[in-house]
Nanobody, 117 residues
C-alpha cells in the first residue's frame, strides 16, 4: 500500500509562485514514477509533470519553463515548484504514484491552486 499527502496549495496572484509538496509513505521503494496532475472545473484531469525513479523528468507543454518537479529521497517527498503562475493554472492538483510491477497507481487527496487577482 501507498499513501500520498499533498500540501502547499492556495490563492496566488498572476505571476506569483507556489510550491506543492507530496509526502509518500508505505511501499515507497516500489514506486517507478511520481507525477503531478491537475483538474480544472469542467475539464478532464491532465498530466502536468513527472519524475522517474531514475530522475528523468517530463512536463506538459503548457507548464514547461515555469514548473519544476523535484524530489527529496530522504524525506520521501516530491515537489512541484510553480512560477509565473497564470489564471489558467487554476485547478485541483493531485499527486500520483505509479508502480509498474503490480500495474497500480495511487492518488493523493488533491490540493486547490487558485491564480487570481
Amino acid at each position: 500500500q501507498l499513501q500520498l499527502v499533498e500540501s502547499g496549495g492556495g490563492l496566488v496572484q498572476p505571476g506569483g509562485s507556489l510550491r506543492l509538496s507530496c509526502a509518500a509513505s508505505g511501499n515507497i521503494a516500489s514506486i517507478n514514477v511520481m507525477a503531478w496532475y491537475r483538474q480544472a472545473p469542467g475539464r478532464e484531469r491532465e498530466s502536468v509533470a513527472l519524475i522517474t525513479k531514475g530522475g528523468s523528468t517530463n512536463y506538459a507543454v503548457s507548464v514547461k519553463g515555469r514548473f519544476t518537479i523535484s524530489r527529496d529521497n530522504v524525506k520521501n517527498t516530491v515537489y512541484l515548484q510553480m512560477n509565473s503562475l497564470k489564471p489558467e493554472d487554476t485547478a485541483v492538483y493531485y499527486c500520483n504514484a505509479k508502480i509498474f510491477a503490480i500495474s497500480r497507481q495511487y492518488w493523493g487527496q488533491g490540493t486547490q491552486v487558485t491564480v487570481s487577482s
